[in-house]
Structures are given as structure tokens and as C-alpha cells.
T-cell receptor
Framework: AQKITQTQPGMFVQEKEAVTLDCTYD???????LFWYKQPSSGEMIFLIY??????QNATEGRYSLNFQKARKSANLVISASQLGDSAMYFC????????????FGKGTMLLVSP | EPEVTQTPSHQVTQMGQEVILRCVPI?????FYWYRQILGQKVEFLVS????????KSEIFDDQFSVERPDGSNFTLKIRSTKLEDSAMYFC?????????????FGEGSRLTVL
């Protein structure tokens, strides 16, 4: 079974609009962390935001916020006021607390921001 | 800001040749990882390394692969006899501590092309 599911292969958004990228996860571990990474066409992986399973509040980092719904096992990324430079591949990832905490990635969502 | 550095950024090699990809993790980090991303696909875990030994590896990490931390700063991935399907972007990553929390810092990747 997929541990991280990103159902949107691609998303379009107009500049200055907000966009939500979906991510659902599957774990039986009570302690885990959820991450979002951005991968522009140049290929590097850029950390955006982190949410811990015990965090009471949704994580926010500038224009990025994480809509964490623990009961639904979802961790959607919300980008407010999209910019052209936000066009990239976005990966949701999870680290479980068991073992040595390998990061497991979803398949990614390609975001295209149009002027 | 400290960063993970990888060399080379791009390597082209003939099938059957040995390749060594090098990484310098962030200096106070204790956990090191190699991930790979075949073009257009998701990022896949290869191996994690802690306390000078492999702590976890995926089924991708077969006998053709090895990792080493030869001198306390470099962390290398060796592919003994490259195959066409080894063509991918290889990411090195490091982090400070164990557990679910904490950012995983990625290098910019080494693109390997096997001809």
C-alpha cells in the first residue's frame, strides 16, 4: 500500500491566487512527521514546511501552510498568493518515528503558475 | 547557511563502469542518506547511514551499491558496475538527530547518465 498518496499529477493556478496540493498518508505509527519539498526544473530538493503528528497547530512558513487533518490522515499544502517562481514539482513526504526514520515520498504534483 | 554539497553535478559514464558520487553533509549532522530519482518519477530511498554503518537500505540498494564515510566529512555512494537503469538523479541528505521531527537537508543532486 502507498504510504504517501498525491492524487493530483498536475495543478494550474493563476498568479496571485491560492492553491491547495493534496496529500494523504498511511501509517500506524503514533509519532510521525510530514514534510513538503519543492523541486524546480533545476532538480534540487527544497524543504518548504514540516508538521509533526503531535503538533496542535497547523504549520505555516511564509506563504506556505499545511492543512493537517489527522483523523483524515491528510496534510495538504496551501500556497497563498502564487508566484510564477512557484512553478515546480511538489513532493509530500513522511517520516515515521520507528526505525531510523527514512523519509518516504509521494509521486509529486506538478504546479504550473500562469500570469 | 550550512548546506549539503554534492559532486559531480553531472556524470556521464559507460555501462559497466564504476561510479563514485560524493557528498559533504552538514558538519554536525549524524544521519546520512542517499536517495535517487529516475527522470519523471518520485524520489526513492536507497540507504541510510549512522555511526559508520548502514542503518537501513531499500531493495534497490543491492550488491552493486556501497556507501562509505572515508574521512569523517565525505559520504560516498559507489556503483560498482553501472547499468542503463542506474541513470537518475542521486540526492544526498543529512540530518542532525533521530526521530520523526527535524528537517532533512538535501544536496543539489548528482545527475548520472549511463550510456
Amino acid at each position: 500500500a502507498q504510504k504517501i498518496t498525491q492524487t493530483q499529477p498536475g495543478m494550474f493556478v493563476q498568479e496571485k491566487e491560492a492553491v491547495t496540493l493534496d496529500c494523504t498518508y498511511d501509517t500506524s505509527d503514533p509519532s510521525y512527521g510530514l514534510f513538503w519539498y519543492k523541486q524546480p526544473s533545476s532538480g534540487e530538493m527544497i524543504f518548504l514546511i514540516y508538521q509533526g503528528s503531535y503538533d496542535q497547530q497547523n504549520a505555516t512558513e511564509g506563504r506556505y501552510s499545511l492543512n493537517f487533518q489527522k483523523a483524515r490522515k491528510s496534510a495538504n499544502l496551501v500556497i497563498s498568493a502564487s508566484q510564477l517562481g512557484d512553478s515546480a514539482m511538489y513532493f509530500c513526504a513522511m517520516r515515521e518515528n520507528s526505525g531510523y526514520s527514512t523519509l518516504t515520498f509521494g509521486k509529486g504534483t506538478m504546479l504550473l503558475v500562469s500570469p | 547557511e550550512p548546506e549539503v554539497t554534492q559532486t559531480p553535478s553531472h556524470q556521464v559514464t559507460q555501462m559497466g563502469q564504476e561510479v563514485i558520487l560524493r557528498c559533504v553533509p552538514i558538519s554536525n549532522h549524524l544521519y546520512f542518506y542517499w536517495y535517487r530519482q529516475i527522470l519523471g518519477q518520485k524520489v526513492e530511498f536507497l540507504v541510510s547511514f549512522y555511526n559508520n554503518e548502514i542503518s537501513e537500505k531499500s531493495e534497490i540498494f543491492d550488491d552493486q551499491f556501497s556507501v562509505e564515510r572515508p574521512d569523517g566529512s565525505n559520504f560516498t555512494l559507489k556503483i560498482r558496475s553501472t547499468k542503463l537503469e542506474d541513470s537518475a538523479m542521486y540526492f544526498c541528505a543529512s540530518r542532525e538527530g533521530q526521530g520523526a521531527t527535524g528537517e532533512l537537508f538535501f544536496g543539489e543532486g548528482s545527475r548520472l547518465t549511463v550510456l
